[in-house]
Nanobody, 122 residues
């Protein structure tokens, strides 16, 4: 089994910063890509940022220059540093792990954390 545990959400004022963390644990050998998605009320879940095991990153246009994704492969942890936060960043942020090679030999294509709330007040 695999677990993704997110932390670091909360309430912050416009212009503030937060750092999200997501730690993966369980019976697996490796994870290809890890990333963060978000879902605001009444909206679809959208990609915020992702990073491969090799360090290649991808960002949504709306967060480029403000958010930075990083990863510690040894700890199976992905981070999202969020600066210059805006009210429109308010959402539940979900950690995602992609292509998890499990010890039993299988491959989990897509796995989600439970989410952490980020609220940016104006």
């Amino acid at each position: 089994q695999v677990q993704l545990v997110e932390s670091g959400g909360g309430l912050v004022q416009t212009g503030g910063s937060l750092r999200l963390s997501c730690a993966a644990s369980g019976s697996f050998f490796s994870i290809n890509a890890m990333g963060w998605y978000r879902q605001a009320p009444g909206k679809q879940r959208e990609l915020v940022a992702a990073i491969t095991s090799g360090g290649t990153t991808n960002y949504a246009d709306s967060v480029k220059g403000r958010f930075t994704i990083s990863r510690n492969n040894a700890r199976n942890t992905v981070y999202l540093q969020m600066n210059s936060l805006k009210p429109e960043d308010t959402a539940v942020y979900f950690c995602n792990a992609n292509d998890i090679t499990v010890i039993t030999g299988g491959l989990i294509r897509n796995y989600w954390g439970r989410g952490t709330q980020v609220t940016v007040s104006s």
